[in-house]
Protein backbone atom coordinates (compact mmCIF):
# COMPACT_ATOMS: atom_id res chain seq x y z
CA UNK A 1 0.00 0.00 0.00
CA UNK A 2 2.98 2.58 0.51
CA UNK A 3 3.04 2.48 -3.37
CA UNK A 4 -0.43 3.85 -3.31
CA UNK A 5 0.46 6.77 -0.57
CA UNK A 6 3.61 7.61 -2.32
CA UNK A 7 1.79 8.32 -5.81
CA UNK A 8 -0.93 10.30 -4.12
CA UNK A 9 1.74 12.63 -2.67
CA UNK A 10 3.82 12.85 -5.77
CA UNK A 11 0.60 13.78 -7.87
CA UNK A 12 -0.36 16.57 -5.14
CA UNK A 13 2.31 18.05 -5.81
CA UNK A 14 0.89 18.56 -9.37
CA UNK A 15 -3.02 18.57 -8.59
CA UNK A 16 -3.06 20.90 -5.51
CA UNK A 17 -1.45 23.88 -6.66
CA UNK A 18 -3.15 23.73 -10.14
CA UNK A 19 -6.73 23.17 -8.92
CA UNK A 20 -5.84 26.69 -6.43
CA UNK A 21 -5.00 28.77 -9.33
CA UNK A 22 -8.03 27.67 -11.34
CA UNK A 23 -9.86 29.82 -8.70
CA UNK A 24 -7.27 32.37 -8.32
CA UNK A 25 -7.64 33.14 -12.24
CA UNK A 26 -11.08 34.00 -11.87
CA UNK A 27 -12.23 37.47 -12.26
CA UNK A 28 -14.96 37.54 -9.57
CA UNK A 29 -15.63 39.41 -6.46
CA UNK A 30 -12.83 38.42 -3.83
CA UNK A 31 -15.17 37.15 -1.55
CA UNK A 32 -17.15 34.25 -3.46
CA UNK A 33 -13.24 33.30 -4.75
CA UNK A 34 -11.98 33.52 -1.03
CA UNK A 35 -15.27 31.13 -0.05
CA UNK A 36 -14.62 28.98 -2.88
CA UNK A 37 -11.10 28.33 -2.34
CA UNK A 38 -11.48 28.28 1.39
CA UNK A 39 -13.62 24.75 0.75
CA UNK A 40 -11.06 23.50 -1.89
CA UNK A 41 -7.89 23.71 0.46
CA UNK A 42 -9.68 22.05 3.37
CA UNK A 43 -7.69 19.53 3.53
CA UNK A 44 -9.63 16.65 1.39
CA UNK A 45 -8.22 13.26 0.97
CA UNK A 46 -8.33 14.00 -2.70
CA UNK A 47 -10.16 10.50 -3.28
CA UNK A 48 -11.98 11.32 -6.47
CA UNK A 49 -9.19 13.08 -8.96
CA UNK A 50 -6.43 10.59 -7.62
CA UNK A 51 -8.29 7.74 -8.34
CA UNK A 52 -8.88 9.15 -12.16
CA UNK A 53 -5.37 9.77 -12.22
CA UNK A 54 -4.27 6.50 -10.92
CA UNK A 55 -6.34 4.83 -14.17
CA UNK A 56 -4.64 7.06 -16.48
CA UNK A 57 -0.99 5.70 -14.94
CA UNK A 58 -3.15 2.38 -15.01
CA UNK A 59 -3.53 3.20 -18.92
CA UNK A 60 0.04 4.33 -19.09
CA UNK A 61 -0.68 8.17 -19.94
CA UNK A 62 0.25 11.16 -18.40
CA UNK A 63 -1.57 12.67 -15.25
CA UNK A 64 -1.38 16.17 -16.91
CA UNK A 65 -3.87 14.68 -19.63
CA UNK A 66 -6.58 14.19 -16.72
CA UNK A 67 -5.70 17.03 -14.34
CA UNK A 68 -8.89 19.48 -15.62
CA UNK A 69 -11.21 16.85 -14.83
CA UNK A 70 -9.71 15.90 -11.68
CA UNK A 71 -10.00 19.88 -10.67
CA UNK A 72 -13.80 19.67 -11.91
CA UNK A 73 -14.45 16.47 -9.90
CA UNK A 74 -13.35 18.09 -6.74
CA UNK A 75 -14.92 21.24 -6.98
CA UNK A 76 -18.21 18.80 -7.55
CA UNK A 77 -17.17 17.09 -4.54
CA UNK A 78 -16.60 20.24 -2.76
CA UNK A 79 -19.52 21.78 -3.43
CA UNK A 80 -21.53 19.38 -2.07
CA UNK A 81 -19.92 19.27 1.00
CA UNK A 82 -20.91 23.04 0.99
CA UNK A 83 -24.34 22.40 0.27
CA UNK A 84 -24.40 19.55 2.75
CA UNK A 85 -23.14 21.51 5.78
CA UNK A 86 -25.70 24.06 5.30
CA UNK A 87 -28.10 24.21 8.64
CA UNK A 88 -31.39 23.33 6.22
CA UNK A 89 -29.44 20.19 5.44
CA UNK A 90 -27.07 18.43 8.17
CA UNK A 91 -26.34 21.84 9.90
CA UNK A 92 -22.54 20.85 10.62
CA UNK A 93 -20.48 23.26 11.76
CA UNK A 94 -17.44 21.05 11.49
CA UNK A 95 -16.13 19.55 8.39
CA UNK A 96 -12.48 18.14 8.61
CA UNK A 97 -11.98 19.13 11.59
CA UNK A 98 -12.18 23.02 10.28
CA UNK A 99 -15.27 25.15 10.35
CA UNK A 100 -18.04 24.72 7.52
CA UNK A 101 -18.24 27.09 4.79
CA UNK A 102 -21.15 29.12 6.13
CA UNK A 103 -20.12 29.10 9.70
CA UNK A 104 -16.99 31.28 8.31
CA UNK A 105 -18.23 33.22 5.28
CA UNK A 106 -22.26 32.88 6.26
CA UNK A 107 -24.85 31.13 4.54
CA UNK A 108 -25.80 33.10 1.46
CA UNK A 109 -22.32 33.45 0.31
CA UNK A 110 -21.61 29.16 1.26
CA UNK A 111 -24.52 28.75 -0.93
CA UNK A 112 -23.17 30.81 -3.78
CA UNK A 113 -19.61 29.03 -3.60
CA UNK A 114 -21.74 25.60 -4.27
CA UNK A 115 -23.49 27.12 -7.33
CA UNK A 116 -20.21 28.54 -8.28
CA UNK A 117 -18.30 25.60 -7.94
CA UNK A 118 -20.62 23.51 -9.20
CA UNK A 119 -20.76 25.86 -12.50
CA UNK A 120 -16.87 26.40 -12.79
CA UNK A 121 -16.46 22.56 -12.89
CA UNK A 122 -18.52 22.55 -16.01
CA UNK A 123 -16.68 25.40 -17.71
CA UNK A 124 -13.11 23.88 -16.85
CA UNK A 125 -13.97 20.90 -18.57
CA UNK A 126 -15.31 22.56 -21.94
CA UNK A 127 -12.02 24.50 -21.70
CA UNK A 128 -9.70 22.11 -21.86
CA UNK A 129 -7.64 21.52 -24.25
CA UNK A 130 -6.21 18.08 -23.85
CA UNK A 131 -8.87 16.58 -25.36
CA UNK A 132 -11.24 15.95 -28.60
CA UNK A 133 -14.88 17.57 -28.83
CA UNK A 134 -16.06 14.05 -28.59
CA UNK A 135 -14.44 13.23 -25.48
CA UNK A 136 -15.10 16.52 -23.78
CA UNK A 137 -19.03 15.98 -24.74
CA UNK A 138 -19.14 12.44 -23.30
CA UNK A 139 -17.24 13.70 -19.91
CA UNK A 140 -19.36 16.58 -19.08
CA UNK A 141 -22.47 14.14 -20.21
CA UNK A 142 -20.97 11.69 -17.86
CA UNK A 143 -20.25 13.85 -15.01
CA UNK A 144 -23.38 15.85 -15.27
CA UNK A 145 -25.46 12.65 -15.18
CA UNK A 146 -23.31 11.39 -11.84
CA UNK A 147 -24.04 14.66 -10.23
CA UNK A 148 -27.23 15.56 -11.10
CA UNK A 149 -30.97 14.07 -10.29
CA UNK A 150 -30.38 10.76 -10.92
CA UNK A 151 -27.25 10.67 -9.41
CA UNK A 152 -25.80 12.49 -6.40
CA UNK A 153 -28.69 15.03 -6.39
CA UNK A 154 -30.83 12.34 -6.30
CA UNK A 155 -28.55 10.63 -3.40
CA UNK A 156 -29.05 13.21 -1.35
CA UNK A 157 -32.55 13.86 -1.38
CA UNK A 158 -33.35 10.18 -0.91
CA UNK A 159 -30.93 10.20 1.94
CA UNK A 160 -32.46 13.33 3.62
CA UNK A 161 -35.92 11.65 3.40
CA UNK A 162 -34.99 8.85 4.90
CA UNK A 163 -33.62 10.19 8.17
CA UNK A 164 -35.79 9.61 11.42
CA UNK A 165 -36.80 6.31 10.08
CA UNK A 166 -35.33 2.53 9.29
CA UNK A 167 -34.08 1.80 5.99
CA UNK A 168 -33.68 -1.27 4.79
CA UNK A 169 -30.44 -2.61 3.07
CA UNK A 170 -31.41 -1.68 -0.68
CA UNK A 171 -32.96 1.49 0.09
CA UNK A 172 -29.53 2.14 2.21
CA UNK A 173 -27.63 1.00 -0.78
CA UNK A 174 -29.69 2.81 -3.21
CA UNK A 175 -28.62 6.32 -1.03
CA UNK A 176 -25.05 5.51 -0.95
CA UNK A 177 -24.83 4.36 -4.83
CA UNK A 178 -26.33 7.52 -5.58
CA UNK A 179 -25.02 9.78 -3.21
CA UNK A 180 -21.42 9.27 -3.13
CA UNK A 181 -21.22 6.28 -5.89
CA UNK A 182 -21.98 7.80 -8.84
CA UNK A 183 -19.22 10.63 -8.56
CA UNK A 184 -16.42 7.68 -7.46
CA UNK A 185 -17.14 6.10 -10.24
CA UNK A 186 -17.27 9.13 -12.83
CA UNK A 187 -13.47 9.16 -11.28
CA UNK A 188 -12.74 5.95 -12.95
CA UNK A 189 -15.35 5.98 -16.00
CA UNK A 190 -13.28 9.34 -16.95
CA UNK A 191 -10.12 7.83 -16.83
CA UNK A 192 -10.73 4.74 -18.55
CA UNK A 193 -12.20 7.17 -20.97
CA UNK A 194 -9.42 8.88 -21.09
CA UNK A 195 -7.17 6.26 -21.38
CA UNK A 196 -8.26 4.57 -23.94
CA UNK A 197 -10.10 1.58 -22.29
CA UNK A 198 -12.41 -0.47 -24.43
CA UNK A 199 -15.88 -1.57 -23.55
CA UNK A 200 -15.16 -4.59 -21.47
CA UNK A 201 -12.48 -2.91 -19.70
CA UNK A 202 -14.78 0.26 -18.68
CA UNK A 203 -17.41 -2.32 -17.57
CA UNK A 204 -15.11 -3.66 -15.12
CA UNK A 205 -13.62 -0.49 -13.64
CA UNK A 206 -17.17 0.67 -13.34
CA UNK A 207 -17.42 -2.58 -11.22
CA UNK A 208 -14.61 -2.05 -9.37
CA UNK A 209 -15.74 1.83 -8.59
CA UNK A 210 -19.13 0.78 -7.28
CA UNK A 211 -17.32 -1.93 -4.83
CA UNK A 212 -15.02 0.78 -3.49
CA UNK A 213 -17.72 2.98 -3.20
CA UNK A 214 -20.03 0.86 -0.96
CA UNK A 215 -16.46 0.14 0.81
CA UNK A 216 -15.83 3.01 1.39
CA UNK A 217 -19.25 4.05 3.00
CA UNK A 218 -19.55 1.20 5.33
CA UNK A 219 -16.15 2.26 6.26
CA UNK A 220 -17.55 5.98 7.12
CA UNK A 221 -20.01 3.76 9.26
CA UNK A 222 -17.69 2.19 11.10
CA UNK A 223 -15.35 4.85 11.69
CA UNK A 224 -18.35 7.03 12.89
CA UNK A 225 -19.03 4.38 15.37
CA UNK A 226 -15.45 3.39 16.31
CA UNK A 227 -13.41 6.52 15.36
CA UNK A 228 -12.34 9.05 17.85
CA UNK A 229 -13.84 12.61 17.37
CA UNK A 230 -9.76 13.87 17.17
CA UNK A 231 -9.37 11.43 14.37
CA UNK A 232 -12.07 11.46 12.18
CA UNK A 233 -12.94 15.52 12.83
CA UNK A 234 -16.49 15.46 13.58
CA UNK A 235 -18.73 14.86 16.22
CA UNK A 236 -18.28 11.02 16.52
CA UNK A 237 -21.73 9.04 16.63
CA UNK A 238 -23.36 12.21 15.01
CA UNK A 239 -25.21 9.43 12.51
CA UNK A 240 -26.17 7.50 15.11
CA UNK A 241 -27.63 10.62 17.39
CA UNK A 242 -29.22 11.45 14.08
CA UNK A 243 -31.38 7.84 14.15
CA UNK A 244 -29.96 7.36 10.92
CA UNK A 245 -29.76 3.61 9.27
CA UNK A 246 -25.91 2.35 8.72
CA UNK A 247 -24.41 -0.46 7.78
CA UNK A 248 -23.75 -1.34 11.61
CA UNK A 249 -27.37 -0.66 13.14
CA UNK A 250 -28.51 -2.44 10.07
CA UNK A 251 -26.25 -5.56 9.83
CA UNK A 252 -24.74 -5.28 13.37
CA UNK A 253 -20.95 -4.32 13.40
CA UNK A 254 -20.07 -7.47 12.65
CA UNK A 255 -22.30 -7.65 9.88
CA UNK A 256 -20.54 -4.43 8.67
CA UNK A 257 -17.23 -5.95 8.64
CA UNK A 258 -18.31 -8.71 6.51
CA UNK A 259 -19.83 -6.65 4.09
CA UNK A 260 -16.65 -4.89 4.00
CA UNK A 261 -14.89 -7.45 3.28
CA UNK A 262 -17.12 -8.78 0.40
CA UNK A 263 -16.95 -5.13 -1.40
CA UNK A 264 -13.28 -5.18 -1.04
CA UNK A 265 -13.04 -8.83 -2.77
CA UNK A 266 -15.45 -7.42 -5.40
CA UNK A 267 -12.92 -4.66 -6.35
CA UNK A 268 -10.13 -7.26 -6.25
CA UNK A 269 -12.28 -9.26 -8.64
CA UNK A 270 -12.98 -6.61 -11.13
CA UNK A 271 -9.29 -6.19 -11.24
CA UNK A 272 -8.32 -9.54 -11.63
CA UNK A 273 -10.39 -9.51 -15.09
CA UNK A 274 -8.96 -6.48 -16.16
CA UNK A 275 -6.52 -8.34 -18.14
CA UNK A 276 -3.58 -5.88 -17.21
CA UNK A 277 -1.60 -4.99 -14.02
CA UNK A 278 -3.20 -2.03 -11.75
CA UNK A 279 -1.00 -2.32 -9.03
CA UNK A 280 -1.97 1.27 -8.15
CA UNK A 281 -6.13 0.96 -7.75
CA UNK A 282 -5.71 -2.71 -5.95
CA UNK A 283 -3.75 -0.81 -3.48
CA UNK A 284 -6.48 2.40 -3.95
CA UNK A 285 -9.16 0.03 -2.59
CA UNK A 286 -6.94 -1.35 0.45
CA UNK A 287 -6.50 2.16 1.10
CA UNK A 288 -10.05 2.70 1.48
CA UNK A 289 -10.70 -0.09 3.42
CA UNK A 290 -8.19 0.19 6.11
CA UNK A 291 -8.32 4.39 6.21
CA UNK A 292 -8.58 5.29 10.18
CA UNK A 293 -9.89 8.61 9.02
CA UNK B 1 -45.34 44.23 -30.85
CA UNK B 2 -48.20 41.72 -31.69
CA UNK B 3 -46.18 39.35 -33.94
CA UNK B 4 -43.41 39.04 -30.82
CA UNK B 5 -46.24 38.06 -29.07
CA UNK B 6 -47.67 35.76 -31.27
CA UNK B 7 -44.32 34.06 -32.02
CA UNK B 8 -43.54 33.53 -28.15
CA UNK B 9 -47.37 32.34 -27.85
CA UNK B 10 -47.17 29.88 -30.68
CA UNK B 11 -43.56 28.81 -29.77
CA UNK B 12 -44.67 28.14 -26.39
CA UNK B 13 -46.80 25.31 -27.47
CA UNK B 14 -43.78 23.62 -28.53
CA UNK B 15 -41.37 24.67 -25.78
CA UNK B 16 -43.51 24.39 -22.46
CA UNK B 17 -43.89 20.54 -22.87
CA UNK B 18 -40.71 20.32 -23.76
CA UNK B 19 -39.12 21.36 -20.76
CA UNK B 20 -42.23 19.82 -18.23
CA UNK B 21 -40.80 16.34 -19.98
CA UNK B 22 -37.40 16.65 -19.70
CA UNK B 23 -37.97 16.69 -15.97
CA UNK B 24 -40.50 13.88 -16.08
CA UNK B 25 -38.42 11.29 -17.80
CA UNK B 26 -35.43 11.45 -15.02
CA UNK B 27 -35.17 8.61 -12.96
CA UNK B 28 -35.11 10.35 -9.27
CA UNK B 29 -36.76 10.90 -6.28
CA UNK B 30 -40.18 11.98 -7.16
CA UNK B 31 -39.95 14.69 -4.33
CA UNK B 32 -36.59 16.25 -6.26
CA UNK B 33 -38.57 16.06 -9.79
CA UNK B 34 -41.40 17.68 -7.70
CA UNK B 35 -39.97 20.14 -6.46
CA UNK B 36 -37.89 20.96 -9.96
CA UNK B 37 -41.53 20.83 -11.85
CA UNK B 38 -43.15 23.35 -9.63
CA UNK B 39 -40.43 26.26 -10.07
CA UNK B 40 -40.05 25.58 -13.67
CA UNK B 41 -44.35 25.88 -13.83
CA UNK B 42 -44.33 28.87 -12.35
CA UNK B 43 -45.09 30.51 -15.15
CA UNK B 44 -42.27 32.66 -16.29
CA UNK B 45 -42.15 35.14 -19.06
CA UNK B 46 -39.60 32.48 -20.41
CA UNK B 47 -37.79 35.53 -22.02
CA UNK B 48 -34.47 33.87 -22.57
CA UNK B 49 -35.16 30.99 -24.50
CA UNK B 50 -37.72 32.82 -26.06
CA UNK B 51 -34.55 35.51 -27.17
CA UNK B 52 -32.94 32.67 -27.96
CA UNK B 53 -35.28 30.77 -30.51
CA UNK B 54 -36.15 34.32 -31.93
CA UNK B 55 -32.42 34.89 -32.89
CA UNK B 56 -32.44 31.52 -34.29
CA UNK B 57 -35.48 32.71 -36.36
CA UNK B 58 -33.84 35.74 -37.58
CA UNK B 59 -31.10 33.46 -39.41
CA UNK B 60 -33.69 31.30 -40.87
CA UNK B 61 -33.30 28.28 -38.28
CA UNK B 62 -35.68 25.77 -37.09
CA UNK B 63 -37.10 26.17 -33.31
CA UNK B 64 -36.10 22.37 -33.18
CA UNK B 65 -32.06 23.07 -33.11
CA UNK B 66 -32.96 25.34 -29.91
CA UNK B 67 -34.75 23.71 -27.71
CA UNK B 68 -32.07 22.01 -26.06
CA UNK B 69 -29.76 24.86 -25.18
CA UNK B 70 -33.90 26.81 -24.56
CA UNK B 71 -34.44 24.59 -21.80
CA UNK B 72 -30.82 24.19 -20.31
CA UNK B 73 -31.16 28.27 -20.37
CA UNK B 74 -35.01 28.38 -18.61
CA UNK B 75 -33.21 25.42 -16.00
CA UNK B 76 -30.15 28.01 -14.89
CA UNK B 77 -32.47 30.80 -14.50
CA UNK B 78 -35.50 28.96 -12.51
CA UNK B 79 -32.19 27.38 -9.96
CA UNK B 80 -30.99 30.89 -9.85
CA UNK B 81 -34.30 32.30 -8.91
CA UNK B 82 -34.67 29.48 -6.36
CA UNK B 83 -31.85 30.08 -4.51
CA UNK B 84 -31.93 33.51 -4.37
CA UNK B 85 -35.46 33.20 -2.51
CA UNK B 86 -33.85 31.09 0.21
CA UNK B 87 -34.10 32.58 3.75
CA UNK B 88 -30.41 33.13 3.50
CA UNK B 89 -30.85 34.73 0.56
CA UNK B 90 -33.34 37.58 -0.27
CA UNK B 91 -35.81 35.03 1.80
CA UNK B 92 -38.98 35.96 -0.48
CA UNK B 93 -42.41 34.30 0.30
CA UNK B 94 -43.59 34.59 -2.78
CA UNK B 95 -42.19 34.71 -6.66
CA UNK B 96 -44.84 35.46 -9.51
CA UNK B 97 -47.35 35.56 -7.41
CA UNK B 98 -46.63 31.90 -6.01
CA UNK B 99 -45.38 30.82 -2.68
CA UNK B 100 -41.60 30.35 -3.34
CA UNK B 101 -39.90 26.79 -3.61
CA UNK B 102 -38.67 26.66 0.00
CA UNK B 103 -42.20 27.52 1.30
CA UNK B 104 -43.62 24.72 -0.48
CA UNK B 105 -40.99 22.28 -0.10
CA UNK B 106 -38.84 22.78 2.47
CA UNK B 107 -35.05 24.76 2.46
CA UNK B 108 -33.34 21.36 2.04
CA UNK B 109 -35.24 20.20 -0.83
CA UNK B 110 -35.19 23.89 -2.49
CA UNK B 111 -31.37 23.57 -2.47
CA UNK B 112 -31.14 20.95 -4.29
CA UNK B 113 -33.94 21.13 -7.16
CA UNK B 114 -31.62 24.47 -7.48
CA UNK B 115 -28.86 22.36 -7.68
CA UNK B 116 -30.07 19.22 -9.57
CA UNK B 117 -31.18 21.34 -12.07
CA UNK B 118 -28.13 23.39 -12.40
CA UNK B 119 -26.51 20.48 -12.96
CA UNK B 120 -29.42 18.34 -15.55
CA UNK B 121 -28.65 21.50 -18.12
CA UNK B 122 -25.07 20.63 -18.60
CA UNK B 123 -26.41 17.40 -19.21
CA UNK B 124 -29.21 18.30 -21.55
CA UNK B 125 -26.87 20.50 -23.58
CA UNK B 126 -23.64 17.74 -23.42
CA UNK B 127 -26.81 14.79 -24.86
CA UNK B 128 -28.48 16.91 -27.04
CA UNK B 129 -28.07 15.85 -30.83
CA UNK B 130 -28.90 18.62 -32.94
CA UNK B 131 -25.64 19.72 -32.72
CA UNK B 132 -21.60 19.04 -34.04
CA UNK B 133 -19.58 18.17 -30.88
CA UNK B 134 -17.29 21.38 -31.28
CA UNK B 135 -20.60 23.56 -31.00
CA UNK B 136 -22.01 22.02 -27.70
CA UNK B 137 -18.67 22.32 -26.07
CA UNK B 138 -18.70 26.09 -27.24
CA UNK B 139 -22.18 25.99 -25.74
CA UNK B 140 -21.63 24.59 -22.72
CA UNK B 141 -18.11 27.00 -22.11
CA UNK B 142 -20.19 29.81 -22.98
CA UNK B 143 -23.22 29.00 -20.61
CA UNK B 144 -20.57 28.04 -17.48
CA UNK B 145 -19.27 31.09 -18.14
CA UNK B 146 -22.02 33.21 -18.25
CA UNK B 147 -23.79 31.59 -15.23
CA UNK B 148 -20.58 31.11 -13.07
CA UNK B 149 -18.32 33.22 -10.80
CA UNK B 150 -17.46 35.34 -13.58
CA UNK B 151 -20.97 35.92 -14.58
CA UNK B 152 -24.45 35.35 -12.69
CA UNK B 153 -23.11 33.83 -9.52
CA UNK B 154 -20.75 36.77 -9.01
CA UNK B 155 -23.41 39.33 -9.59
CA UNK B 156 -25.51 37.89 -7.09
CA UNK B 157 -22.46 37.76 -4.86
CA UNK B 158 -21.66 41.78 -5.93
CA UNK B 159 -25.39 42.31 -5.36
CA UNK B 160 -25.73 40.68 -1.62
CA UNK B 161 -22.61 42.35 -0.53
CA UNK B 162 -23.71 46.05 -2.34
CA UNK B 163 -27.30 45.59 -0.04
CA UNK B 164 -27.70 48.10 2.64
CA UNK B 165 -25.55 50.98 1.11
CA UNK B 166 -25.78 53.25 -1.73
CA UNK B 167 -23.88 51.97 -4.70
CA UNK B 168 -22.35 53.92 -7.98
CA UNK B 169 -24.09 54.05 -10.98
CA UNK B 170 -20.95 51.66 -12.16
CA UNK B 171 -21.09 49.00 -9.38
CA UNK B 172 -25.26 49.18 -9.89
CA UNK B 173 -24.20 48.48 -13.82
CA UNK B 174 -21.43 45.91 -13.13
CA UNK B 175 -24.59 43.84 -10.61
CA UNK B 176 -26.63 43.71 -13.40
CA UNK B 177 -24.77 43.41 -16.11
CA UNK B 178 -23.35 40.16 -14.54
CA UNK B 179 -26.44 39.04 -12.33
CA UNK B 180 -29.22 39.10 -15.46
CA UNK B 181 -26.82 40.97 -18.31
CA UNK B 182 -24.43 37.65 -19.00
CA UNK B 183 -27.51 35.17 -18.50
CA UNK B 184 -29.74 37.12 -20.92
CA UNK B 185 -26.48 37.64 -23.74
CA UNK B 186 -26.35 33.74 -23.91
CA UNK B 187 -29.29 33.24 -24.67
CA UNK B 188 -28.59 35.82 -28.15
CA UNK B 189 -24.70 34.61 -28.49
CA UNK B 190 -26.07 30.84 -28.44
CA UNK B 191 -29.03 31.75 -30.90
CA UNK B 192 -25.94 33.33 -32.86
CA UNK B 193 -23.81 30.52 -32.78
CA UNK B 194 -26.65 27.96 -33.91
CA UNK B 195 -27.59 30.33 -36.48
CA UNK B 196 -24.43 30.63 -37.71
CA UNK B 197 -23.81 34.12 -37.51
CA UNK B 198 -20.28 35.62 -38.22
CA UNK B 199 -18.38 37.20 -36.05
CA UNK B 200 -19.17 40.89 -36.52
CA UNK B 201 -22.80 39.81 -36.55
CA UNK B 202 -22.09 37.97 -32.96
CA UNK B 203 -20.32 41.30 -31.67
CA UNK B 204 -23.54 43.76 -32.40
CA UNK B 205 -25.86 40.53 -31.37
CA UNK B 206 -23.99 40.52 -28.18
CA UNK B 207 -24.57 44.55 -27.74
CA UNK B 208 -27.88 44.12 -28.51
CA UNK B 209 -28.38 41.52 -25.74
CA UNK B 210 -26.71 43.96 -23.16
CA UNK B 211 -28.51 46.96 -23.87
CA UNK B 212 -31.49 45.22 -23.39
CA UNK B 213 -30.23 43.51 -20.59
CA UNK B 214 -29.68 46.93 -18.90
CA UNK B 215 -33.14 47.97 -20.15
CA UNK B 216 -35.06 45.13 -18.64
CA UNK B 217 -33.64 45.95 -15.44
CA UNK B 218 -33.96 49.84 -15.57
CA UNK B 219 -37.72 48.85 -16.47
CA UNK B 220 -38.03 46.66 -13.33
CA UNK B 221 -37.02 48.82 -10.98
CA UNK B 222 -39.17 51.44 -12.25
CA UNK B 223 -42.20 48.54 -12.18
CA UNK B 224 -40.93 48.17 -8.23
CA UNK B 225 -41.76 51.35 -7.83
CA UNK B 226 -44.69 52.30 -9.67
CA UNK B 227 -45.95 48.60 -10.30
CA UNK B 228 -48.89 47.16 -8.26
CA UNK B 229 -48.94 44.25 -6.12
CA UNK B 230 -51.31 42.57 -7.94
CA UNK B 231 -49.17 43.05 -11.43
CA UNK B 232 -45.95 41.81 -10.42
CA UNK B 233 -46.44 39.36 -7.72
CA UNK B 234 -44.45 40.78 -5.15
CA UNK B 235 -44.87 43.74 -2.64
CA UNK B 236 -44.59 46.88 -4.39
CA UNK B 237 -41.42 48.86 -3.20
CA UNK B 238 -39.63 45.84 -1.38
CA UNK B 239 -36.43 47.31 -2.73
CA UNK B 240 -36.78 50.74 -1.55
CA UNK B 241 -37.38 48.85 1.83
CA UNK B 242 -34.66 46.82 2.14
CA UNK B 243 -32.34 50.01 1.21
CA UNK B 244 -31.34 48.71 -2.20
CA UNK B 245 -29.78 50.89 -4.82
CA UNK B 246 -31.70 51.10 -7.94
CA UNK B 247 -31.94 53.01 -10.94
CA UNK B 248 -34.65 55.60 -9.87
CA UNK B 249 -32.95 55.63 -6.35
CA UNK B 250 -29.63 56.87 -8.39
CA UNK B 251 -31.11 58.37 -11.29
CA UNK B 252 -33.98 59.95 -10.25
CA UNK B 253 -37.31 58.73 -11.90
CA UNK B 254 -37.04 61.09 -14.91
CA UNK B 255 -33.35 59.96 -15.39
CA UNK B 256 -34.14 56.25 -14.65
CA UNK B 257 -36.52 57.02 -17.73
CA UNK B 258 -34.34 58.49 -19.84
CA UNK B 259 -31.55 55.57 -19.45
CA UNK B 260 -34.64 53.54 -20.17
CA UNK B 261 -34.92 54.66 -23.63
CA UNK B 262 -31.22 55.12 -24.23
CA UNK B 263 -30.14 51.47 -23.61
CA UNK B 264 -33.29 50.96 -26.04
CA UNK B 265 -32.21 52.94 -28.85
CA UNK B 266 -28.50 51.21 -28.28
CA UNK B 267 -30.38 47.88 -29.13
CA UNK B 268 -32.10 49.35 -31.94
CA UNK B 269 -28.97 50.72 -33.29
CA UNK B 270 -27.59 47.32 -33.11
CA UNK B 271 -30.01 45.21 -34.89
CA UNK B 272 -29.55 48.22 -37.27
CA UNK B 273 -25.88 47.61 -38.58
CA UNK B 274 -26.55 43.78 -38.20
CA UNK B 275 -27.49 43.88 -42.08
CA UNK B 276 -30.45 41.63 -41.99
CA UNK B 277 -33.83 42.59 -41.14
CA UNK B 278 -34.62 41.33 -37.78
CA UNK B 279 -37.57 42.78 -37.10
CA UNK B 280 -38.67 39.70 -33.83
CA UNK B 281 -35.68 41.02 -32.29
CA UNK B 282 -36.80 44.62 -32.54
CA UNK B 283 -40.40 43.75 -31.59
CA UNK B 284 -38.40 41.56 -28.13
CA UNK B 285 -36.75 44.71 -26.95
CA UNK B 286 -39.77 46.93 -27.28
CA UNK B 287 -42.07 44.24 -25.70
CA UNK B 288 -38.95 44.41 -22.38
CA UNK B 289 -39.31 48.37 -22.17
CA UNK B 290 -43.49 48.39 -22.48
CA UNK B 291 -43.94 45.38 -19.93
CA UNK B 292 -46.40 46.16 -17.18
CA UNK B 293 -45.44 43.04 -15.37
Known sequence: ?????????????????????RVE????????????AYSLKAGGKRIRPMLLLAVLETYGQKAEKG???????????TYSLIHDDLPAMDDDALRRGQPTNHKVFGEATAILAGDGLLTYAFELIASSTAHSPE????????????A?????????????EGEKRMLSLP???????????????????????IGGADKRETALLEKYAQHIGLAFQIRDDILDVEGTEEEIGKRVGSDESNEKSTYPSLLSMAG??????????????ALASLGRPAPLLESFASLI???TT
Chains 1, 2 share one sequence.
Not at 135 to 146: D, E, F, G, N, V
Not at 180 to 193: D, I, Y
Request: with cysteine.
Open 148 to 160: GPEGMVGGQMADM
Open 135 to 146: HLIKLIQMLASA
Open 256 to 269: AKEKLAEELKGAYD
Open 1 to 21: MTNIKRYIEEKSFVFEPYLLE
Open 289 to 291: VER
Open 25 to 36: ILEAPVSIKESM
Open 171 to 193: ELEYIHLHKTGRLLAFSVMAGAL
Open 67 to 77: LDVACALEMIH
